[in-house]
């Protein structure tokens, strides 16, 4: 059972196109949300922690917003070099790995020049 | 950010060899790192969990004699494929937490990818 999921799957946009990418969670108890870049063959990099719905925090073109069952990660005038997968991780007061942490599969970003 | 640090990038070995990963946690020391797989298209599968002078903790279904981890040091664990054959390429990565107990940031390596011919 997917207790995260990521989508869209892969999204395709062109330069200064804006969107989102969403990560939802299935079960309650949330002690954190992470959300990292990977570039290919590369490891991930943290990006943002939430902690509580209504929490936002910012990076460059980068926004991260969290509810109650969702976080989106809003992407503003993309550039080409934006391109890579968003992972999306959540911590729960119960399961999870030894790590603490269940991981989406991730969405593939695309921006065009 | 905290900076793990894996090596070596790529590694291409022949089926039945052993092959060394070495994760570092440069600026922090890291009494617990984390052991990945990763598939293409797929997301990080946890293997098993490296504690500073004590056994690993593996998941289910992951072979501890054939991944064998040593975590010798406060900065240092090394992940071992013994025997390795094609099945076992993938992309292997390390993260290490940058505070104490279970609350604070991972942060990975920049990953090993591994092909077994």
């Known amino acids: 059972e997917d207790q995260v999921t990521q989508s869209p799957e892969a999204l395709r946009l062109q330069e200064g196109e804006s969107s989102s990418l969403n990560c939802s969670y299935t079960?309650?108890?949330?002690?954190?949300l992470f959300w990292y870049r990977q570039d290919p063959g590369k490891g991930p990099e943290f990006l943002f922690t939430?902690?509580?719905a209504g929490e936002e925090k910012e990076k460059e073109r980068l926004k991260a917003t969290l509810t109650k069952k969702e976080s989106f990660l809003h992407i503003t005038a993309p550039k080409p070099e934006d391109s890579a997968t968003y992972l999306c991780a959540v911590r729960l007061y119960s399961g999870g790995g030894a790590d603490g942490l269940t991981f989406g599969k991730g969405t593939h970003l695309i921006i065009q020049p | 950010g905290a900076v793990v640090s894996q090596h070596p990038s790529r590694v291409i070995c022949k089926s039945g060899t052993s092959v060394k990963i070495e994760c570092r946690s440069l600026?922090?020391?890291?009494?617990?790192m984390f052991w990945y797989r990763q598939f293409p298209k797929q997301s990080l599968m946890l293997m098993a969990t490296s504690n500073e002078g004590s056994k690993a903790t593996y998941e289910q279904g992951v072979e501890k004699d054939k991944f064998l981890i040593n975590h010798a040091s406060l900065t240092l664990s090394t992940l071992t494929v013994t025997s390795a054959h094609p099945e076992d390429s993938s992309f292997y990565i390390c993260?290490?937490?940058?505070?104490?107990?279970?609350?604070?940031?991972?942060?990975f390596g920049e990953g090993s990818r591994l092909t077994v011919l």
């Open positions: 993260s290490a937490r940058s505070s104490g107990g279970n609350t604070g940031e991972l942060f």
């Open positions: 079960v309650s108890g949330l002690r954190g």
């Open positions: 600026d922090f020391q890291a009494t617990t």
């Open positions: 939430l902690y509580s």
